[in-house]
């Protein structure tokens, strides 16, 4: 088992370093005195702030990057071909995966926060850091995401404070060490991995069993199958909701530009009016759980309400990227049929004549399991662009694709085209968008580019 503490001097190797979780990881090693290289295909703006603070970065794989190395730290992505991985055995150099090394490093703060959920885990981790950063507890934060008030995905404070997101995706959360686990949905997704959403949430079962006495287990009470998980549970819960749960949100109102305003009640007592500076009714459920983590710990209720205002979302959240001949673009990183109804919703919301939304499936193995799912969640839309979908780490078999999808979208009656290349939807939308109309990119991929073309065009 790693210790942050003790094993300081030591030389640790990352693969895959410049991965968000991955270079976040090395950045907190770089703090406490680490020696610390490790590699990547390619460079990028993490890999370059990791080698201004200290570490070696190579790019490419190499046997002989590990060499020298006292420990060596891979992702679940690295094949067991890579030669550094290969390398390391070899030459018998201890190996641990990312999740296990997180989950050791965890292990030395007093309270590890957990944010865990099929979707919105980088949003409440945002604004779980953001509530501890304006209550001035200094915590260790990694996030899954670029949060501007940390200038970036990782902070290393000098408390006991560590709050990070718990992934379910090949049951890696299970090897965290979280005093508080928060869990904001269960849903069924990474449907590569697992057989169906009872073994998802039975994996969420047994993440429950890692929180101790003197801690806290936060659920949304809105979600049935996270009531099932919470009800399981033998360690202090409590639950959150606009419809169920100990803390409650009503009376919600939206701005002219979609922001919320809401009533929070706790056991049935008024704490105060809150008021969000991030769009969509998904975001009053998450705000909800770092209000609760926020009682739990004992922020004044001030406090909590001032540090969700100053939160306005992490990039690709519903980030709005710039303005073009009248013509706003936002991005969103939504991938998954509830994340793309819950954009949705918060489009309604927001000021526009009309929406074009150009999406970009991510994964095969995703579009085909939950086909049915993505075909009807795309309404309200005036117009839907549907470009090829994003391979990620899986290779195309022909099962699936996105003119297959397209066509169902269409028959559920949504004004839905398929358009291959993003030259051509960027020629198309020249010549669609007007003044006063809205553009929206979604997608987990590079969807985010043909915004940004279109503002630099």
């Not at 770089?30 to 460079?43: A, F, I, P, Q, T």
Request: a negative charge; glycine letters at 8%; proline letters at 2%.
């Amino acid at each position: 088992m790693f210790n942050l503490y003790k094993d300081v001097n030591k030389h640790v190797h990352f693969i895959g370093i410049g991965g968000i979780s991955m270079s976040g990881l090395a950045e907190v090693l770089l703090s406490n005195g680490y020696k610390v290289s490790g590699s990547d295909r390619d460079s990028s703006t993490l890999t370059d702030k990791l080698e201004s603070q200290g570490a070696k970065v190579y790019i490419g794989h190499s046997a002989d990057n590990v060499i020298g190395s006292d420990l060596v730290v891979y992702t679940a992505a690295i094949a067991e071909s890579n030669p550094e991985l290969q390398k390391a055995r070899e030459l018998s150099i201890p190996l641990m995966d990312r999740a296990e090394f997180l989950g050791s490093i965890m292990k030395g703060y007093e309270r590890g926060i957990a944010v865990s959920g099929t979707h919105g885990k980088t949003t409440v981790t945002s604004m779980v850091s953001m509530v501890l950063l304006h209550a001035k507890v200094d915590p260790t934060i990694m996030v899954g995401g670029v949060l501007d008030a940390i200038d970036g995905n990782v902070k290393v404070g000098k408390s006991d404070y560590f709050v990070t997101e718990a992934c379910e995706y090949k049951r890696s959360f299970l090897k965290f060490n979280p005093n508080v686990g928060i869990i904001l949905n269960i849903d069924a997704d990474h449907l590569d991995y697992y057989k169906d959403i009872t073994e998802i949430e039975d994996t969420f079962v047994d993440f429950t069993k890692l929180i101790p006495s003197n801690g806290l287990l936060i659920g949304c009470g809105d979600d049935e199958r996270v009531v099932s998980v919470v009800n399981r549970a033998n360690c202090p819960k409590i639950l959150y909701g606009i419809d169920n749960g100990n803390i409650l949100a009503s009376n919600i109102e939206f701005d002219e530009l979609g922001l919320p305003s809401f009533d929070v009640h706790k056991d049935g007592v008024f704490l105060d009016r809150f008021t969000l500076s991030v769009p969509g009714k998904h975001n009053v459920l998450n705000s909800l759980s770092a209000i609760a983590l926020g009682i739990f710990l004992g922020i004044d209720i001030n406090v909590i309400k001032e540090g969700l205002t100053l939160f306005h979302g992490t990039h690709r959240r519903f980030e709005k990227k710039g303005v073009k001949d009248g013509v706003e673009v936002i991005d969103d990183y939504a991938h998954h049929p509830a994340e793309i109804k819950a954009t949705i919703e918060a489009v309604k919301n927001y000021p526009h004549k009309k929406v074009y939304c150009i999406f970009q499936p991510h994964t095969y193995t995703r579009t085909i399991t939950l086909f049915d799912e993505f075909a009807e969640s795309f309404n309200g839309l005036d117009n839907l662009v549907l470009t090829d979908i994003y391979a990620a780490r899986e290779k195309d078999t022909g099962i699936v694709s996105s003119k297959m999808l397209s066509e169902a979208v269409k028959n559920n009656g949504v004004n839905c085209t398929y358009i291959k290349d993003f030259s051509d939807i960027l020629s198309y939308l020249k010549g669609e968008l007007k003044e006063g109309d809205l553009l929206v990119t979604m997608g987990a991929g590079d969807v985010y580019k043909i915004g940004e073309n279109f503002l630099n065009l």
